[in-house]
């Protein structure tokens, strides 16, 4: 059966964007949602250069959000969903706008530019009742939900420990262009730099392949660079809901790294091994000394990855499928069908909630802080 396609507007995402272009490809990957307009930046000839990249009706390249949802509004074909692909300060107002005029938001991560914020956000998807994602990306490979099947089947057994790290070193000298001069920016980022870029990424990651909230956690964040304001390296050890320890490393000064991150759990039986920049492969160790290598299209895998995969084993899939596997599941939310595994408005307000207790917790050196009990993610 042919699903209906999905309409989309986009904000933010112009010329010179990073993520805009990711969206859009991952949005429209499977043919269930097209693009179809955007206000692709606050300058309205840029945003209508945005527009004709996109290759999108030129009266459909809006000046604001603003006039982009009252002029869709009067549309029998005009947008359902907006993706927010802008700076993070921008995101509360942008979703808010939004669901106001009754359209559904998926919003990028970090939810918001402070924890504040995120819990007006919160408020307000609640009471609006529409569909909320945020793209925690990772959350979308075949093997990270097959890891998360697993661990929720008992294969390892209780969880004892969790590791994750996230290095990156593209931020180890001079913030130079575009994406790396809003990101160091605390007016256009907020409060936390690595921990709110990367580290929220790790974060989620960790909760959702465990399957456990984390509910202490002592932090230790730095800005490395000479004159920088916000963190660029993070150290944090966690402890989770059962009693299990964890460690999460989130670097933007790691010379040499690229995007590595890579999750690691271990439980009584086994332990479970994920690397991002090999995405195909999923190590699972047993207790007895066994070792399986668990790759993308294998017969074995559980219907959450099978679900989320779209090529035969042999034929690698990436970010991009992973990106487009969240608005896949979204796209089905908009049609009123069920989709799990997206990570949605608790998600985002439980990363927040990470990146305002590890920035305080750091700067006032506290030591073990009590942590996520007035939130749960998913």
Not at 103 to 117: G, I, R, Y
Not at 269 to 298: C, F, K, M, S, V
Not at 312 to 317: I, N, R
């Amino acid at each position: 059966m042919v699903k209906r396609r999905v309409r989309m507007g986009m904000v933010g995402g112009g010329p010179g964007a990073l993520i805009g272009p990711i969206h859009r490809i991952a949005a429209e990957l499977d043919r269930e949602i097209v693009l179809v307009a955007g206000a692709f930046s606050s300058d309205a000839k840029r945003s209508i250069a945005g527009g004709a990249a996109y290759a999108i009706e030129p009266e459909r390249a809006y000046p604001s959000l603003a006039a982009m949802l009252t002029a869709e509004r009067g549309r029998e074909d005009g947008i359902e969903m907006v993706a927010i692909a802008s700076p993070n300060h921008h995101h509360l107002g942008a979703a808010r706008a939004a669901l106001e005029a009754g359209v559904a938001v998926m919003c990028d991560k970090p939810l918001t530019a402070t924890l504040d914020e995120a819990r007006d956000l919160e408020r307000l998807v609640r009471a609006a009742g529409l569909p909320f994602g945020v793209t925690y990306t990772y959350s979308g490979y075949p093997l990270v939900r097959e890891a998360r099947a697993r661990v929720a089947a008992g294969a390892l057994g209780a969880i004892r420990k969790v590791v994750v790290e996230y290095p990156q070193g593209w931020l180890a000298g001079k913030a130079e262009g575009k994406q790396a001069a809003w990101r160091i920016d605390p007016a256009m980022a907020g409060s936390g730099g690595c921990i709110a870029d990367i580290g929220v990424h790790a974060f989620h990651l960790a909760e959702f392949v465990a399957g456990l909230k984390v509910t202490r956690l002592l932090a230790d964040l730095a800005a490395v660079v000479p004159g920088r304001v916000l963190d660029d390296d993070c150290q944090l050890l966690l402890r989770f809901e059962n009693g299990a320890r964890g460690v999460l490393l989130a670097s933007q000064i790691s010379v040499g790294e690229r995007n590595g991150l890579r999750l690691r759990v271990y439980g009584e039986h086994g332990g479970l091994d994920w690397q991002q920049e090999q995405p195909n492969r999923l190590w699972l160790y047993r207790a007895d000394g066994g070792t399986e290598l668990i790759q993308a299209g294998d017969a074995s895998l559980g219907a959450d990855a099978v679900a989320a995969s779209r090529t035969p084993g042999g034929h690698p899939e990436g970010y991009l499928e992973a990106f487009a596997n969240l608005y896949r599941d979204f796209a089905g939310l908009v049609r009123g069908e069920k989709a799990l595994l997206l990570p949605g408005i608790e998600a985002g307000v439980r990363g927040m909630m990470l990146i305002d207790a590890a920035v305080r917790a750091s700067r006032d050196e506290a030591g073990w802080i009590d942590f996520g009990q007035s939130g749960s993610g998913s």
